[in-house]
């Protein structure tokens, strides 16, 4: 689904035309307020880092959380409405911000919104913010999840209205803008791909490669030790042929003194 842009959204526009107003500047800092409990920092972090650095690579998108996404032309402010805790934008330029200005990103809206939920907020994420997501900014993906419950819910934008997504067997939810699964994982929401494997942090990979180069090391000292213990067993093996090829002599010898041939 292509992104929700200020072109598609005539109710800001006639609102511009009817009243002669011109776009304030875009230079514009976050207003938010601070986040509630170390869970949600901790979250909106979490998922932050985790996407930066599965996407390492491209320069086409724009993550952040907990700052204000400007889409009023009169930058009116609701008390009922805060910037999303975490959100995604595609197809925009991979660079810092202080907020995300609709009017300065070409009309671009997020196509992703993951809100957390908490007691203060529960009600405006399932409700206010909900419609806000889909008959105003129009983003395709919304997603709530509460930190300290775990409830988790998934919506996706079809014909206007927000329809409720299904978990897979795993109770994961799947974001079509993303091509990821969202899902829960040592109680914090996390991604998965679409074969359904973890995306790991930084320190998870370096973790992961550090116990496979380790268990290449064990591996690699197992051979050397089942090929010592052959190399042992092949020379007591020599050893005692040997052995035996000497007693053997001595035999012969024994009988040739006594007047005997020991090959007869």
Known sequence: ?????????????????????YFPPGDLYSDEPPLETDLHRDQIDLLIRLLRWYWQDRQDFYVSGNITIYYSPHQRKSEDF???????????????????????EEGKYPHVIVELLSDSTAKTDRGLKKQIYQDIFRTPDYFWFDPATLEFKG????????????????????SRQLGLYLGTYNRQLRFFTAEGDLIPTPE????????????ERQRAETERQQAE???????????????ERQRSEKLAAKLRELGIDPDA
């Open 82 to 104: 805060r910037g999303p805790d975490f959100f995604v934008v595609l197809g925009t330029k991979r660079k810092p911000r202080k907020s995300w200005v609709v009017w300065e």
């Open 155 to 174: 919506f996706h934008l079809l014909d206007g209205e927000y329809q409720e997504l299904q978990p897979n067997a795993q109770g994961q939810l799947w």
């Open 229 to 243: 213990t052959e190399r042992q067993r092949a020379e007591s093996e020599r050893q005692r042929a040997e052995s």
């Open 1 to 21: 689904m292509s992104s929700p842009t200020i072109d598609s959204n005539p109710t800001l526009l006639e609102e511009a035309q009817q009243n002669g107003v």
């Open 204 to 215: 998870e990979s370096a973790q992961a490669a550090e116990g496979v180069a380790e268990a």
